[in-house]
């Protein structure tokens, strides 16, 4: 289920880079494990490999791209049986536009009002 899922993000990734051309593209697929990488000429970048464990998927990738920003964005992930966990240089988050100045003045309004 979990390599479904991490297939599924990956045909996302490329499906989202659909003018980009492939400089790479690695598969070996096995009953018992895979692996998968993928380089795409607009800087996105993605591996990945997953073994059966006890029954169980565990399965270890990575990828990175450049932001709109400017940024190069790597983050390295894991997904076993307690979940998919995230070890990223710093945090992936959208940053949220600026509070609009009419919002802050009603903060301020119910600040003073409300004591």
């Known amino acids: 289920m979990k ?3 991490a297939l ?8 989202a880079n659909e003018n980009a051309n492939v ?3 690695d598969a070996e697929v096995n009953v018992e494990n895979f692996k998968y990488a993928l380089e795409l000429d607009n ?11 006890g029954g169980n998927w565990v399965v270890k990738g990575s990828y990175k791209f450049t932001s709109p920003e400017g940024e190069e964005v790597s ?3 894991t997904a076993d049986e307690n979940g998919y966990h995230v070890d990223a240089a710093q ?12 919002i802050l003045k009603a903060i301020k309004y119910i600040e003073v009002h409300t004591k």
């Open 75 to 77: 983050v390295q992930y």
């Open 43 to 53: 800087s996105v970048n993605t591996q990945q490999e997953g073994s059966l464990n």
């Open 3 to 5: 390599f479904l899922i």
């Open 91 to 102: 945090p992936v988050l959208p940053t949220p536009p600026p509070i609009p100045e009419h």
């Open 23 to 25: 400089l790479r593209n």
């Open 8 to 15: 599924t993000c990956i045909l996302a990734v490329v499906a």
